[in-house]
């Protein structure tokens, strides 16, 4: 069965500053995976995905992050964090049934940004 | 505006009783999802559906039915609710297998 770890529970930095933010994966086939982003008592959206081709994916708000087949992980990151991007993220590996992509989430992480 | 509709958004129900979530699409998804957000345990998923007419469970099925009679509807049913049902719970849909999930808004339900 897949599975994700995400081992920081909490990170704070400054606007600013750069982000990374870590994501390990377990799956026993080629992973589908995926970043979301969620704001206090809000849904899921989605930040960008990796299906295939080029392991640097760029998406929305400025994030990217890199597939490494090596370790395992898929970190997200940013250049230059803005206040706004304070919220809680979420990496997931998508298993396939059908026409469904049954998502596997990690524990999340949750950014503080300071001023 | 085209998306995922969630019903309620926040309900408070008693022990035992039975209770229906409802979820509505408009983009025509065929894959349907229900999961449960708990604090530090991330998003889990109960129950999915590949497309109209078929169902399938998920990491934590127990206690909770589905059903999927039209490719727009995909209700959340809680027989007889226990306080560890309390959760916040996530509809989602993707068009296909390589498409990624939309998520609705939640529904916040707390069972006393």
């Known amino acids: 069965a897949q599975s994700v770890t995400q081992p920081d529970i909490h990170i704070t930095v400054s606007e600013g500053a750069s982000l990374e933010l870590r994501c390990n994966y377990s799956?026993?086939?080629?992973?589908?995976l995926f970043w979301y982003v969620q704001s206090p008592g809000q849904g899921l959206q989605l930040l960008l995905k990796?299906?295939?081709?080029?392991?640097l994916v760029q998406g929305i708000k400025g994030f990217e992050a890199e597939f490494k087949r090596s370790q395992s992980s898929f970190n997200l990151r940013k250049p230059s964090v803005h206040w706004s991007d304070a919220a809680e993220y979420f990496c997931?590996?998508?298993?396939?049934?059908?026409?469904?992509?049954?998502?596997?989430f990690g524990t999340g992480t949750r950014l503080q940004v300071t001023l | 505006i085209a998306g995922i509709t969630q019903a309620p958004t926040s309900q408070i129900l008693a022990a035992g009783r039975r209770m229906t979530l409802r979820c509505t699409q408009d983009?025509?998804?065929?894959?349907m999802y229900w999961y449960r957000q708990d604090l530090g345990l991330g998003l889990r998923l109960i129950h999915y559906?590949?497309?109209?007419?078929?169902?399938g469970k998920g990491e934590v099925p127990d206690g909770y039915s589905v059903s999927r009679a039209n490719t727009d509807d995909f209700p959340l049913t809680l027989a007889s609710a226990v306080p560890s049902q309390t959760s916040v719970y996530f509809c989602?849909?993707?068009?296909?297998?390589?498409?990624?999930?939309?998520f609705g808004q939640g529904t916040r339900l707390t069972v006393v």
């Open positions: 989602a849909s993707s068009e296909n297998r390589y498409t990624e999930a939309f």
């Open positions: 799956y026993g086939a080629t992973p589908y």
């Open positions: 990796y299906f295939s081709g080029d392991t």
């Open positions: 997931a590996v998508g298993a396939y049934t059908g026409t469904a992509s049954k998502l596997t």
């Open positions: 983009m025509r998804h065929n894959a």
């Open positions: 559906s590949n497309t109209a007419g078929t169902t």
